[in-house]
């Protein structure tokens, strides 16, 4: 038998192995064939050539930090070694936190490597090779991750800082980013707010001091929700002031919403020119077939679209975010239809965007990244499991469900939101789920079950928890259960927390 030390020297061992063999593997990936030049690569070079501190980088035709990184590294092979490097550096951050959600020894070395073998798996690693925007994104949302299990563990300034930059960052890279984020922060900080007046309201109390009790248990979600709001309106205004997202509305409601009369006729009832002459053009466009839809496109070089083309750089993403506001079944059901509503998608098939004669080891694609039934199947598996375990009593497990719930509100998203290349596009929220589900599902086989002794049901105001304040900024996380109480100020309640969770430090 190894002594406690020599065991845990084994762990680190492991653990810092598994870390060079997957930064020599995704280096690899990255450098062994000449990187891919897409037409976005040439449009982000573009870009990357103007000066730092111009308005043209930073709130120009594309998203302003691949440019930026382009600009830092030179050449497309330096950037797609960058990429490697940035890999290597965000998944090991999000293997070592997860790992530490487990009790120490031969739990930390599984769950750690299994974090970096998703990160291996073709749907993550083949992105290195292409000098786009995907891996720098994927790398990002593992930070992410990171960032918000930190927070719920234990709420700290230095925390919320590092998810405000990590938030600025992924929706520096990505346009669909900003509105996913900010929708998640709207929803956080309407939460803050509904707990602050349902408090004031039901409070014994008078009205200020049952508002300020309020801010104190619940001044944690409405923080969080400022921080992602404040970072993707940032990111917003530069989107909004280069009108760069004109081009994916136009391409979206060419395949979308040209085709089909009736809702050409609700466009045009609310605002939008020329609907009789779109008509015109989708009887003259040729039909859709069996595998692809019909796209009606519009020669904007043709001075007879000018009012139309007018209506698109002001009014049409207004018009249809209000669409799909009054649609909610077209939402839903539109990604399902048959031919798949969209155009140069490769056929659904990521695989296109593979370096030519070389495949990253497939190995990792059927282990890590299996099809949607078997996704589908692990997730109800981790919830059965975690629920039984009473692992749902932990902070983090709360964090990753709103992970794949955001990830699934990020791939619907990111289809409405770009008519071309929607598989492609719809990537960042694919992972998202994956990952998500990967790690509730360590986390119910792996993760220690809290002790059977717990709160009555008369202590516990509510089996959800809710976030609460501890004097002095103490080592509390975002989502701790909060109980009654008649006293004049709020009750601080530890959350519970196994012996073997080692909170990580900010």
Sequence with gaps: MLKVPGRRLLVVTLLATGWGVFTAYRIWQAVINPPAVWQDSLAYQAVSKHPLFSGALWSGTRSPLVPVLMKVTGQFQHYALAQALLASLAWGVLALTVSRLVPPGWREVVT????LGFATAPLVVQWDWSALSESPSLSVLALLCACGIWLVQRFTWIRLAALGLATLAYVGLRDADIWTMAATGLIVLAVGVYRILRGAAVGPGSLPKMVRAGWHRTRRWVLVGVVLVAASSLAGAGAYASHRNVLNIEEALYVRIFPFPDRVAWFSAHGMPEA????AQARATPAPSITNAQVVGIDFSDPKW??????????????YALFLVTHPGYVVTAPFDSPPLTFNNASGQLSFYLPIGH?????????????????VTLALLGLAVGTGRRILRKSEWWFLIVFVVVGLFSMLLA??????????HMLEGDVEVRLGVLLVLLLAVLGKAPPLAGPSRGDVASTVPEPVAVPGGAADGLFVPLPTTDTREPTFVASPRSSTDVPVEG
Excluded: C
């Design 112 to 115: 750690a490597w299994s974090v």
């Design 276 to 279: 009789q002459d779109v008509d």
């Design 306 to 319: 000018a009012p139309l083309k007018n209506w698109f750089s002001n009014h049409a993403m207004t018009t």
């Design 359 to 375: 495949d990253p080891l497939p190995v990792f694609e059927t282990v890590f990244a299996p099809n949607r039934f078997v996704v």
């Design 415 to 424: 289809w409405h939101g770009e008519g071309m290349e929607a598989t492609r």
